[in-house]
């Protein structure tokens, strides 16, 4: 079954902005229909100008989940996006990179490696099941930071996984016991207080 995305979702997987691909549309550089006086454009069509960019010789997936209890849903991640990769773009170079960890945290090694990889140019394009998945906050600044090195980054799926509220409560666990433990330190008895409250908020949730 075909699925549509507005012009907002398609500027997101091609990195620019939605102005731009009311333009291709104008153009009929992609394929839209006209529905309420909205477009909607094909998930095929975002496929095919994919597929036709010859630049894309290799490509990194990257997948990441924010605890060692979700290392099923990580392979799942990682199995898809190469699916997806294999029917978009062919037989290319596929470099796997995967994390383990909150999507608050700047210092995540598969992150780093991507930034490498990208600075060495390595790869032509960075592709990610969610949006969230590559950051929770600050994902444009990553798109262009990749941009000025000529690397895309192409976001395959637009719904959420059924568990993505549990990721956001583990990242903000993640969150507050790392400022609790920089202002109070690890031992300390209001650090405890803390961790304490944010438990109880978790089971109260």
Known sequence: MERYLTPSEVAEIFGMSRSGVIKWIREGKIKALEINDRWRIPYSEVERILSGNETVKQVAIYARVSSNTQKGDLEKQL???????????????????????????????????????????????????????????????????????????????????????????????????SFASRIYGHKSHNYEKVIKCVEDVEKNS
């Open 79 to 177: 199995n898809a996006l190469k699916e997806w990769v294999k029917k978009t773009f062919g037989e290319v170079k596929v470099i796997e990179i995967r994390d383990i960890g909150s999507g608050l945290k700047e210092d995540r090694r598969g992150l780093k490696k991507l930034i490498d990889l990208a600075k060495r140019r390595q790869i032509d394009a960075i592709v990610v099941a969610y949006k969230d998945r590559l950051t929770l906050f600050g994902f444009e600044y990553l798109v262009e930071l990749f941009k000025a090195y000529k690397v895309n980054v192409i976001v395959t799926f637009n719904n959420e996984p059924n568990d993505y509220m549990q990721e956001l409560v583990e990242d903000f666990d993640e969150i507050v016991k």
